[in-house]
């Protein structure tokens, strides 16, 4: 292994046979098959390591004080103290490599994706994908997202007063916040694009009294909020349509537009026609708040998708980009940028709050889901709280106005 990392073993390493190598007291990984060095043999790096974890063929218990986050902390702080961003391997090394695997039995063809691991056919970003790779990821249950999100299932960053307020109150204060920046008043007109579970357009409707309608391209989401709208006698005031973002047909008919975390799914050619439909659908003088998030590297760097993991496991076909390059696109399009809130910190308590929601429904989650996807989303949450908490992703709410009649936003803004 030393080729590959540069230095001695960071973590203690146990093998299937038996074996153990690294020092005592690092975090333990547990190698049970010799089809987890195949896979690295086969995908060096993130993927491999993503698709053994997933499948159980490589773990990392919890022991000695370490968890699957602090493990990942020490091994992104060694590889960062030795200058590591790839594997560079000398024509020696990489013959004494393949000798040890073909040793070890590792060598072979590769093993079979991970059942977990997106198969999602057709042109990037068709209508047909589109509603192929939401379905992937959306479409689980909507029982599995209400064991992991809080009542009102807002998948998105919350907002925190401070570190220790719970997790509703936060995407509360999260969803006042958007409503707030809109300049909401009762019988306004908004849409909601990319309405998730409806938690901004049933807040909306319900405590700001405006007349919503959603779009999405989830079925299960629809008939969630559907429920949701009948339960709290909202049908008067919130339309949910399974509709994608292109199809949307009105022109100069909203007084404000949301849409919460659902730009980063466009794709980066898409993003003028996302930005065209918010700018159309909103009246002159409207707003328009985008939260998204973002990764840095012109164009979103090597995988502005988030990483292989999240790009093959969780969320295909997925853009991000720095939040300066979204705003350019956006005022591109037409639209006023007016206020950039930066929520990179908020995201990291967002994200452990559903991870304490994740491992307190753990035996259920198994239970509809089974031990892989749960595996899945255990590397999902972890690593994402990871990447806002060190920079590597971040978050952002952009509050636009539409040109062409005079807007409403406050000279002095107390948000």
């Excluded at 098959?33 to 063929?57: F, I, K």
């Excluded at 889901?369 to 709410?397: I, S």
Aim: proline fraction near 7%; hydrophobic fraction near 40%; charge should be negative.
């Amino acid at each position: 292994m030393r080729p590959f990392i540069g230095g001695d073993l960071p973590v203690r390493l146990e093998a299937w046979d038996g074996s153990v190598a690294g020092p005592e007291g690092a975090p333990l990984v547990v190698l049970r098959s010799p089809d987890a060095l195949r896979r690295l043999l086969w995908h060096p790096g993130e993927l491999g390591a993503a698709q053994a974890y997933v499948t159980g063929e490589l773990d990392v218990p919890e022991q000695d004080g370490w968890d699957l986050g602090s493990a990942l902390t020490h091994a992104f702080a060694v590889g960062a103290e030795r200058g590591l961003s790839g594997v560079r391997l000398s024509p020696r090394a990489m013959v004494d490599a393949v000798r040890t695997a073909a040793g070890l039995g590792a060598l072979g063809r590769p093993p079979a994706p991970p059942a977990s691991q997106a198969r999602i056919r057709g042109r990037l970003h068709s209508l047909a994908r589109d509603r192929s790779s939401i379905s992937h990821h959306y479409d689980l249950s909507n029982e599995f997202y209400s064991l992991i999100l809080e009542p009102q299932m807002a998948y998105s960053c919350g907002y925190h007063a401070t570190p220790d307020v719970p997790l509703e109150d936060a995407q509360r204060a999260k969803l006042d916040l958007v409503c707030t920046k809109l300049g909401l008043e009762p019988g306004m007109r908004m849409l909601d694009v990319g309405c998730g579970w409806g938690s901004l357009s049933l807040h909306a409707a319900e405590h700001f009294g405006a007349q919503v309608t959603g779009v999405t391209i989830a079925a299960e989401q629809k008939k969630f909020i559907d429920a949701r709208i009948a339960e709290r006698g909202l049908g008067d005031r919130v339309e949910i349509r399974l509709q994608d973002y292109r199809e949307v047909p009105e022109r100069d008919h909203f007084d404000a537009v949301g849409s919460l975390e659902m730009g980063e799914h466009v794709g980066a050619t898409n993003y003028p026609t996302y930005v065209e439909v918010l700018r159309r659908a909103v009246r002159p003088g409207g707003r328009v708040l985008v939260q998204q998030m973002s990764r840095q590297g012109a164009g979103g760097g090597k995988h502005p998708g988030g990483g292989p993991f999240i790009e093959s496991f969780i969320a295909p076909d997925m853009t991000m980009r720095p939040v300066g390059e979204t705003v350019d696109l956006i005022e591109s399009g037409g639209l006023e940028v007016r206020d950039v809130h930066a929520m990179r910190e908020h995201y990291v308590l967002t994200v452990n709050g559903w991870i304490e929601n994740f491992e307190a429904h753990l035996p259920r989650l198994r239970e509809l889901v089974g031990e892989e996807v749960v595996r899945v989303w255990r590397l999902y949450l972890v690593g994402g709280a990871l990447a806002f908490r060190d920079g590597r992703m971040g978050v952002d709410q952009i509050l636009a106005v539409r040109p062409g009649a005079p807007h409403t936003l406050p000279a002095v803004r107390s948000w």
